[in-house]
């Protein structure tokens, strides 16, 4: 090479700042005209000679640019990219600088350094278009208008629309993360006009499901640990009895369906990883604050139990008279193991006769649960879930975190991309009816501990494994900054929504035929490791739904 050049390539591409070989160029980009979709435009020189004042001018031109959004791929650290016991399809797995933070790009000239690449994200939305193929020509030049290099791609708007998510996606939101970024009260109207933000563009990225703090959430801390508080609920005590105010709660429901929210998934009730103790809950009796439960208070506390059995029916009313009875998810415990079934049924039992059929979600990973009747509705970890399916398992549920480091889909910072998108397509077939994350904004070191800038520490303090704790960057406007992940996990549910529409239209055989013929018998151990035989089952896909609505 004697200039830069400029490269159009995939999304599942991650760019290093080492990278010295580029993928194959892609030619053409197909997309429904309600799934926004993206390609990336690598730019690099290895000509040390070359300096033309050391800028390149990149443009593109297409007669849709307004449907076009750039962001700047910046790199961020990782010291810890994966786990010691970790499989190796990893990019790398020692520390290094791995593409990650996608920050709006504003057209201004790229400084060139040879030998070490940049990568601009492209970003279609193609809800306002028709049906058709439309040009898009990348120039780059030096700032003087000399053209150094150009490429040329097509994008393909196919004329018709997926259907609606057919599963419920939550990533959850910490509500004390967002107070502490931005320094704002806990539910004031700067945090809601903050959370807005964030919980829109969850929305945007195909998460339709919100974690709702109903009580502080008792997650990811020690035992005895605490995390600042954030209650939902008002609770007043008085003439020996309890009355709750729910006005907090429906600002909550109102702000958030508007943003795009379907359901909401109500705060474990009894504590992380073991469910021994009531979370904790605060009240006002004689004009003063007091905790009412907590760590103190063992989960089978009579007192506790009484309350429950008071406090269950009127949210469930609450729920009921907005219309959302259907809308609400409930959880016991995150986490519990074999050894903690016994609690894990005591708890059980003091809150569902209260929640008038609704059902309960817990993430679990030992059969014995489901086999026993403890959980309805099993959110098990994807390394464990072939004994579930195998037992056909109803209303499966699938989650990864920091342990599923091994074969599985997962989504850390040192994995190939296409390991984050192969869920759209797993999920489907496992018939789940949901996926679960426990961090869209963690931005804590592990335990809760201290606050993090996830610029600079991107392993929550080297607790997980980079990219495990959250999905999207605090930007310093109060809006949140994508990541590469969200992207392509919006890829991935995008896919799902893809696969349903093609069963629509043929059958489930069908379709699952059509996946065993480019990808092979697929299961959360087993499934395509390179790109292209992702990319080519959906345009396979893509295809087939032509064909039939032609």
């Not at 933000?197 to 998460?207: K, N, S, T, W």
């Not at 509705?377 to 004994?387: F, G």
Request: glycine share 6%.
């Amino acid at each position: 090479m004697s200039c830069p050049k400029v490269f159009p390539v995939s999304s599942l591409e991650k760019i290093l700042p080492d990278s010295r070989v580029f993928p194959e160029c892609i030619q053409e980009l197909e997309l429904f005209q309600n799934e926004a979709s993206a390609f990336q435009i690598v730019v690099f020189c290895d000509d040390p000679s070359w300096h033309e004042d050391s800028y390149a001018v990149l443009k593109l031109v297409s007669p849709i640019q307004e449907h076009l959004s750039l962001y700047s791929v910046r790199c961020v650290p990782s010291l810890y990219p994966a786990a010691f016991d970790s499989d190796g399809d990893y990019i790398k797995k020692e520390p290094g600088l791995f593409p990650d933070a996608l920050v709006p790009y504003n057209g201004s000239p790229l400084r060139m350094q040879s030998g070490i690449p940049q990568s601009i994200w492209v970003e279609i939305d193609p809800s306002r278009l028709p049906a058709g193929h439309f040009p898009l020509r990348i120039e780059l030049s030096t700032r003087s208008g000399k053209l150094l290099d150009s490429a040329d791609l097509t994008l393909h708007v196919i004329g018709c629309r997926l259907p609606a998510l057919p599963l419920r996606h939550t990533e959850w939101f910490h509500c004390d993360c967002l107070c502490d970024q931005y320094h704002v009260a806990m539910f004031s109207d700067e945090f809601f006009d903050i959370a807005r933000r964030y919980v829109r563009f969850a929305c945007d990225h195909g998460i339709n499901t919100l974690l709702t703090p109903v009580f502080t959430p008792s997650l990811d801390v020690e035992e005895g640990g605490h995390r600042r508080r954030a209650q939902l609920v008002g609770i007043r005590i008085e003439d020996g009895g309890f009355s709750f105010d729910f006005s907090l709660l429906e600002r909550w429901v109102h702000t958030f369906m508007e943003c795009g929210i379907e359901f909401f998934e109500i705060a474990h009730f009894f504590t992380q990883w073991g469910a021994k103790y009531a979370v904790e809950i605060y009240a006002e009796q004689n004009g003063q604050e007091r905790l009412l439960f907590g760590w103190d208070t063992p989960a089978d506390s009579p007192a506790y139990t009484d309350f429950l059995a008071l406090f269950l029916p009127e949210l469930i009313a609450f729920f009921d008279s907005h219309g959302l009875k259907d809308r609400i998810l409930f959880h016991i415990s995150d986490e519990p193991s074999p050894e903690h079934i016994s609690a894990y049924r005591n708890d059980r039992d003091a809150i569902v006769p209260h929640l008038a059929g609704c059902p309960v979600i817990d993430a679990i990973s030992d059969l014995s649960f489901y086999q026993q009747g403890l959980v309805d509705h099993p959110v098990v970890a994807c390394d464990h879930i072939q004994p579930f399916a195998q037992a056909h398992a109803a209303h499966l549920w699938t989650y990864y975190c920091c342990s599923q480091r091994v074969d599985v889909p997962n989504r850390f910072i040192a994995q190939p991309s296409r390991r984050n998108r192969v869920l759209g397509v797993l999920l489907y077939l496992y018939h789940c009816e949901g996926f679960l994350h426990w961090g869209y904004n963690y931005w804590y070191t592990q335990f809760s501990k201290e606050k993090i800038d996830p610029y600079t520490c991107t392993d929550a303090g080297m607790g997980f494994p980079s990219g495990d704790a959250f999905l999207v960057y605090p930007g310093a406007d109060g809006s949140p900054l994508p990541s590469i992940r969200i992207k392509v996990l919006r890829d991935a549910f995008n896919d799902l929504r893809a696969l349903y529409l093609l069963e629509q239209l043929t059958d489930r055989e069908s379709v699952c035929r059509l996946i065993r013929r480019i990808c092979g018998n697929m299961s959360f151990t087993e499934y395509p490791r390179d790109n292209q035989t992702l990319l080519a089952l959906r345009q396979a896909v893509n295809h087939a739904i032509e064909e039939k609505t032609r």
